[in-house]
């Protein structure tokens, strides 16, 4: 509506913006469909209105297995072939034995986030909250970020990264809390750490130092970088990050 408006283009869809939509369309619904009856976003009667030019993407990159690929691709399309339905079958009877605690997968966040606060208060010690800061001319946009607004972490939580950092962290990578300590990269923590480190400064006094400098503590993780079958364990601090939504090249919030 906004779109045709602006443009002065009440009968062309989004008032003749040209738009590249992304995405596995074979997914959950998008909210206000199922009002409407319809189950995808291309049942909807304007998709061949919009949608001039489809690409599908066919390779698979996360999965190897391609048994497993080809039970994956039959689910999605509600068309499970005898011999899958047998495998899940068999899968079912015979669970895997998997190494330490699997991640749980979820159709929705509500019953995720239930699982979450249920695993973290389960957890000995004190929580620590990290509150986001939202910024911008259109702020309202960011409610639907995947990040959360506060973060609330403790040690032995397990986390999942959700941005590239570099160096084999990537989104996904999976880690466990350590401990917190103050930030790596402020200035005057490098500085005291060195005096310290050298006999001068008391642990106590450096506490007292970064306290009086508001010093924030970050989380160090200890994330597994390796491979299917390896262990790779690698240790960073991770601190915060800026989110930005940007329209027409320009930053219109940031959390």
């Not at 239930?114 to 911008?136: M, T, W, Y």
Request: aromatic share 8%; net charge neutral; proline share 6%.
């Amino acid at each position: 509506y906004i779109a045709r408006k602006i443009n002065h283009a009440p009968d062309m869809p989004f008032g003749g913006i040209q738009l590249i939509l992304c995405g596995d369309f074979f997914q959950l619904p998008p909210v206000g469909l199922v009002k409407d009856g319809l189950c995808f976003l291309f049942d909807a009667g304007v998709w061949n209105d919009v949608v001039r030019n489809v690409v599908v993407l066919r390779e698979v990159f996360r999965q190897k297995d391609q048994t497993f690929v080809s039970l994956l691709n039959e689910a999605r399309e509600a068309r499970l072939s005898q011999f899958s339905i047998n495998l899940l079958k068999h899968a079912a009877a015979f669970p895997p034995q998997l190494p330490g605690d699997p991640i749980k997968l979820f159709p929705q966040n509500a019953p995720a986030e239930a699982v979450n606060q249920d695993r973290l208060h389960s957890l000995p010690g004190k929580c620590r909250v990290f509150h986001a800061e939202d910024i911008g001319q259109m702020k309202w946009i960011l409610k639907d970020l995947i990040v959360p607004t506060a973060l609330v972490l403790k040690e032995q939580a397990r986390v999942l990264l959700l941005k590239n950092l570099g160096d084999g962290l990537v989104n996904g990578s999976k880690g466990v809390v350590l401990r917190f300590e103050y930030d790596h990269t402020h200035p005057m923590y490098q500085a005291l750490m060195y005096v310290m480190e050298s006999g001068q400064l008391s642990e106590a006094d450096f506490q007292k130092q970064m306290e009086i400098h508001n010093v924030e503590m970050f989380p160090i993780v200890e994330f597994d970088t390796g491979k299917p079958g390896q262990v790779e364990k690698v240790q960073q601090q991770i601190r915060r990050e800026a989110w930005k939504i940007e329209q027409a090249g320009t930053t219109v919030a940031t959390r």
